[in-house]
């Protein structure tokens, strides 16, 4: 492997606790791709693409996600089964015997940073035991110049050891594999699972905790876009509401696709420097930006290839969850530097699989709290015979995972911000339409893109002249018109042809909302709650 090294300055990680390790520094994707097909770690596909398989694991683990309980998160994490709690001398020990581990090793080290907007800069040091780790902290990261390098200044540090497993007794994990924040340290420890999305939901987990509390900015699960005129949308929405869909638009600049902040300056910035996309079912028709994004330089994550290196992307016989990263600039039609200014409208994105929620409605501040809070979609139930009932699905603020605060407190400042800067609020609805999953249709991506351009154009209002018809169970105010859209796909209602049964499931969902949110109720004000569904039939 001499090779290698000679492409990478002299590094220690003795200050790390880390001894006689051979660390590549700062490699080129190129090289690591090559380190990891000589090590047999992974596969090109027929592009040149390189195709890893990440073990045990394929998906992050939320029941082993954990933040130290110390001085400055003992009074601020809304602690329980998504902050879980960890002492501070369990993870020094845990810490301890990790560098043990990688002690002697081969490791790669990356000096990277988050947040596109220089007043926001986190820099960050990477150390992984596996090449393809590297290579993903570099597309999914914010690459520095190489005169920036010289005198780099790391903040927080991730130490990712995939091949590390705990023993659940002594160190106090859960089981074998743990993702652990230390606020203090300002240290993300990953070991015991290859999951790279582990890599990056640390350090955004970690921001989301940091731009609130230090900085008073709003951290957001979301994508953004920014038009001609300068103009910036943005969309929350849960896995396969259509978010990276629906953000890359022809006619308007990506700034990101997953992770953002919101400013006191009114600007709206990139956490990272890449994409992380779920590739099932992926077709140049349905998604030709990701589609082309996948060549040289991207990883695919746990996809099945045929003996001519093509994949196969209905294949999920390891993971649903099949994904590919890739730096940002694979695609075209990006905002450089990844920064918007003046959010004009914020989409909120549900795939209603019980087909109640108008497919575009518009929502007060105190609505758009409530709606961020609850982070609704529906996931269609599984697939054995017969049943078809839909399953109403929650994740406070479109990303609970990932929220260390207490979810009001994202919402209080989103509503601050809506008040202050006149921004719109949408409540799409990408699912069903004509009645619920199973009797209903999908509905046609054609109409949810002409509805969002509407609401970006101002032709919708214009075309409402700012009138509005109030949903009587979600109480949301439905357009009655809209360009480019048959007026009969606006009303819900209407196209199930069967009132009674409208209202019974709409009724329904609203009593999963109410259900869904008497956990936030005594933490939420009058405005939050007044935005709540009608319960009364």
Known sequence: MASHTQTAKTFSLKSYGISDATVHYQLSPEELQKITIEKQQGKETANGTLAVNTGEFTGRSPKDRFIVKDDITRDKVWWGNINIPFDSDDFEKLYNKVANYLSGKELFVRDCYACADPNYRLNIRIINEYPWSNMFA??????????????????????????????????????????????????????????????KKGIFSALNFILPVFKNTLPMHCSANVGQD??????????????????????????????????NENSVFNFEGGCYAKVINLSEESEPEIFHAIRKGAILENVILDDQ????????????????????????NIQQPSIGKNPKNIFFL???????????SKLTPG??????????TAKVAGTEAGINEPLPSFSACFGAPFMPLHPTEYAEMLSAKMKETGVNVWLINTGWTGGPYGIGTRMKLKYTRAMISAAIDGSLEAANNG?????????????????????DVLSPRQTWN????????????????????????DYANDEIMNGAPNLNE
Not at 367 to 376: E, V
Request: hydrophobic content about 35%.
């Open 138 to 199: 570099y597309n999914m990261f914010l690459r520095p110049e190489e005169d920036e390098l010289e005198n780099f200044q790391p903040e927080w540090t991730v130490v990712n050891a995939p091949g590390f497993l705990a023993n659940p007794e002594q160190d106090k994990t859960r089981q074998h594999n743990f993702a652990i924040l230390d606020f203090t340290r300002k240290i993300a420890l990953i070991g015991g699972t290859g999951y790279t999305g582990e890599i």
């Open 230 to 263: 300068g103009d910036t949308a943005i969309f929350f929405g849960l896995s396969g509401t259509g978010k990276t869909t629906l953000s890359t638009d022809p006619e308007r600049n990506l700034i990101g696709d997953d992770e953002h902040g919101w400013t």
């Open 309 to 332: 290196g093509n994949v196969d992307f209905a294949d999920t016989s390891i993971t649903q969850n099949t994904r590919v990263s890739y730096p940002i600039y694979h695609i075209d």
């Open 350 to 360: 549900t795939a209603d699989a019980f087909g109640v929620l108008p497919p575009i």
């Open 367 to 376: 609505q758009a709290a409530y709606h961020f809070i609850s982070g609704y």
């Open 467 to 487: 009138k509005y018809h109030m949903h009587s169970v979600f109480k949301v105010q439905q357009p009655i018109v809209c360009p480019n859209v048959p007026t």
């Open 498 to 521: 069967n009132d009674e049964a409208y209202y019974k499931t709409a009724y329904k969902l609203a009593k999963s909302f109410a259900d869904n949110f008497k956990k936030f109720e």
